[in-house]
């Protein structure tokens, strides 16, 4: 980074305290351990220390804080499931509206194959095998580069994504719209085996 840093503020805490009338209160305490099977230990500890003092404390992992303050913005985690959701329809409605058009603009190839002499279950089944190819390749790379950022590297954006996983049931949506956009597929395809050949060399050039 060059020039001074514009993201962070460092002030004296003293005038912190002069300003609030808190003078010598201080709100969190960060402890680090050196073997983390002791922090349950620790933090029992330190809560049976403070727990009939004027100033309780209630101690625990750098993780739980994290997680307690996504909390207070809501069901996050909720929240990004319907954005899923919703981003998983818009690809379906995309690929599906895209694969539909390659097709009809595949006429051409589609009648000099039929021309040929290859039989309409033929075609069908190449162009079908490609559509499926492409669906299920591509859910099997999204949801499977999914899971290895998120549930083996442990991706966690910073801390704003604590404890997110991709669920077993994920796997279950990419297959079931990779489906979906096959079956969607088939509809265009089934339009162009139809076609008769002479319809379709006039396209030709």
Known sequence: MQGPDKTSIYFHRKYLEELTGNRGVVMWFWIRVDDPAVVPRVVQAIDAKFENSAYSTRSMTEKQFQVQFMEMMGNVRLFMRIIGLAILFTIILIASNAISMSVRERATEVAVLRALGFSKPAVAALLGGEIAAISYGGALLGAGGA??????????????????????????????????????????????????????LRRVA
């Open 147 to 200: 899971f290895l950022i998120y549930n083996v590297a442990g991706f966690d954006g910073g801390g704003w994504l604590q404890n997110f996983t991709v669920p077993a049931d994920g796997a279950l949506l990419a297959a079931g719209a990779a489906t979906i956009i096959t079956i969607c597929g088939f509809v265009p395809v089934a339009f162009a085996v139809r076609r008769s050949i002479v319809d379709g």
